[in-house]
């Protein structure tokens, strides 16, 4: 049985900087892609970012361009999250995906495979 694992939430404040680990094992092949996702209290899942390792593709939300970076780890189907500047909007519980399956990465239902997630909360 496959599973994804988050780690490196916590809590910051406002300025501070967090990077976030996903490690997925146990999956008969490797994933073609991962992504992060985030979900605030109240609100709906929402796409953060993404990464094809086949071609490289990486895509961000528009709120964190600029100030998250998504990359591959030197193990295979691992990825991380830097994220810098965070801001008190960005506390969430950050969820890892894998396997992107329709094309449309910025779709929670697009992902085929998700992890328990881990918290952040960033303080002004």
């Known amino acids: 049985q496959g599973q994804l694992v988050e780690s490196g939430g916590d809590s910051v404040q406002a300025g501070g900087s967090l990077r976030l680990s996903c490690v997925a094992s146990?999956?008969?092949?490797?994933?073609?892609?991962m992504g992060w996702f985030r979900q605030a209290p109240g609100k709906e899942r929402e796409a953060v970012a993404g990464i094809y390792f086949a071609g490289g593709e990486i895509y961000y939300a528009d709120s964190v361009k600029g100030r998250f970076t998504i990359s591959r780890g030197n193990g295979e189907n691992t990825v991380y999250l830097q994220m810098n500047n965070l801001k008190t909007e960005d506390s969430a519980r950050y969820y890892c995906a894998a396997e992107e399956r329709r094309g449309t990465p910025w779709l929670a239902d697009s992902w085929a495979y998700w992890g328990q997630g881990t918290q952040v909360t960033v303080s002004s």
């Open positions: 146990g999956y008969a092949s490797s994933t073609n892609s």
